[in-house]
């Protein structure tokens, strides 16, 4: 235990140990593969999310859309099995922030890159992230961990390449 | 006999509590604990990773093994290389910008950091980028590098499942010893205290 967590906030407990956090997302992966045939995912609710607003607001350009029209062929995909995921992912984080006295209200970075730029940031992260979890058909957790699970090589490509681009854009840009 | 092949409302909800509620308390709601990976100072994401991508492996292998596991049941991704490369790089790089990748940004939210919310919103915009732009450049992009005889290791070159299963416990001893040894001489991990106080 290092001194801020000695002498810090006796009500924010610590972050569980690496190998045991890893040993509990492992257990929860083989869990998610015996009930479900596949693994955690992300990335995926966010597209079942733009395929369904997109049925609601213009369902024409949606079931014309060459990737989003076959996701609508029958009928929204939120209710999807991902979409459930997710939801679960916010209640599930939020009871253990809640629960470890981690739970603060803040916008974090905003103090060491300033707001304006903390929201760009976010914004343009949030954006490549997105695109690029849809040309590899995943993110880290559904391509990088559950994959990589499931013993797939593209899985391996991708943290390779996750890895080795994250290491360098950190290097020429401030994120956080 | 397993998979159950349970894809309604209470598998998924199931999985994703526990999903979220262990990245959580892995520290991985925090962009500061995020991006540490990225400086080498924290190494705790590619440790919770490796760790759970070893555990789950080989569960899967002891599963099929002792019968409980129906063979080739489980999702495996297509070995679209191309793609696995470039969508990898960008969602490196949006990790490294933003401090978040899609699924943390959901703990990021909801242990109350409204940046994970631009992220998302961010993620969303992306998708529907991608969707708009899906023509043939991205379609080409998507079926460059194809592996068109299998997608594993073990299908495609032939390696024996506990020789690909020996290699990642290798990796994993690895990644431990070496990202120790980084964060020794580095500032420290991110501590919770530390995550809770946002970035400075």
């Known amino acids: ?176 | 006999m397993f998979p159950l092949n349970d894809n309604g409302m209470l598998s998924g909800l199931l999985c994703g509590i526990l999903f979220g509620y262990v990245l959580e308390n892995a520290g991985f709601g925090s962009p500061v604990k995020l991006s540490a990976q990225f400086k080498l100072t924290d190494w705790a994401v590619f440790k919770v990773m490796f760790t759970a991508i070893v555990v789950a492996a080989v569960g899967l292998w002891l599963l099929r093994l002792v019968g409980l596991l129906r063979p080739d049941s489980i999702a495996v991704p297509q070995a679209a290389l191309m793609a696995a490369a470039v969508g990898g790089a960008l969602v490196g790089a949006g990790f490294a910008v933003g401090g978040y990748c899609p699924g943390t940004s959901v703990a990021g939210l909801f242990s109350g950091r409204l940046d994970a919310l631009v992220f998302i919103v961010g993620v969303l915009l992306g998708t529907t980028g991608f969707a708009v732009f899906y023509g043939a450049t991205l379609k080409s992009l998507k079926a460059a590098w194809l592996i068109a005889d299998g997608d594993t290791f073990t299908d495609v070159y032939a390696v024996p499942e506990p020789a690909v299963l020996a290699m990642l416990g290798v990796a994993l001893i690895a990644v431990f010893y070496f990202g120790s040894w980084f964060e020794r001489r580095g500032s420290g991990t991110v501590t919770a205290q530390q995550a809770v106080e946002g970035a400075r």
Request: one cysteine or more.
């Open chain 1, 1 to 176: 235990m290092n001194t801020s967590e000695k002498h810090g906030n006796p009500e924010i407990r610590p972050f569980w140990p690496p190998l045991a956090a890893g040993i509990a997302l492992g257990l929860v992966l083989l869990l998610t593969f015996v009930l479900s045939a596949h693994g955690l995912g992300a990335s995926g609710a966010a597209t079942d999310t733009v395929a369904g607003v997109g049925l609601k607001l213009a369902p024409e350009a949606t079931r014309a859309n060459g990737y989003l029209g076959p996701m609508v062929a029958d009928g929204s995909p939120i209710g999807s099995w991902m979409t459930w995921e997710i939801l679960g992912v916010a209640i599930g984080a939020l009871v253990a922030a809640f629960t470890a006295g981690r739970f603060r209200v803040q916008l974090d970075g905003a103090r060491s890159v300033g707001t304006p730029r903390r929201l760009i940031n976010t914004l343009v992260g949030g954006f490549l992230a997105g695109f690029g979890a849809r040309i590899a058909g995943g993110c880290t957790s559904g391509l990088g961990l559950s994959g990589a699970a499931a013993l797939g090589i593209s899985a391996f490509v991708f943290l390779a390449l996750f890895f080795a681009t994250g290491m360098l854009v950190s290097r020429l840009v401030k994120g956080v």
